[in-house]
């Protein structure tokens, strides 16, 4: 099993910035991306970012790109996503996600094992 535990959450206003944490534990071998998704109220849960921990490939919700960056510190097994100029619209819980793929997903089934989540609350 693997845990992952997702910090970093909170409110803050519009046009200002976050960044969340991924902390992974466990039997993580074998897993090789890692993916942030979110899920707003009454919305489907949508892909924000992924990355390969090998290569440090990463992929981006196209509407994000610009202001979403993921990154890693394989030694620390975490995972980060840092979200600049924040929108009210960011307002959502954002979930850390491991897959055993090596190809970075943007479906959520190709994710096996998820966090509790961490709330982003921009206000106006």
């Known amino acids: 099993q693997v845990q992952l535990a997702e910090s970093g959450g909170g409110l803050v206003q519009a046009g200002g910035s976050l960044k969340l944490s991924c902390a992974a534990s466990g039997r993580t071998v074998g897993f090789y991306t890692m993916g942030w998704f979110r899920q707003a109220p009454g919305k489907e849960r949508e892909f924000v970012a992924g990355i390969r921990l090998s290569s440090g490939r990463m992929r981006y919700l196209d509407s994000g790109k610009g202001r979403f960056t993921i990154s890693r510190d394989n030694a620390k097994s975490t995972v980060y996503l840092q979200i600049n100029s924040l929108e009210p619209e960011d307002t959502a819980v954002y979930y850390c996600?491991?897959?055993?793929?090596?190809?970075?997903?943007?479906?959520?089934?190709?994710?096996?094992?998820w966090g509790q989540g961490t709330q982003v609350t921009v206000s106006s």
């Open positions: 996600a491991a897959s055993r793929s090596m190809l970075v997903s943007d479906a959520r089934y190709d994710y096996d094992f």
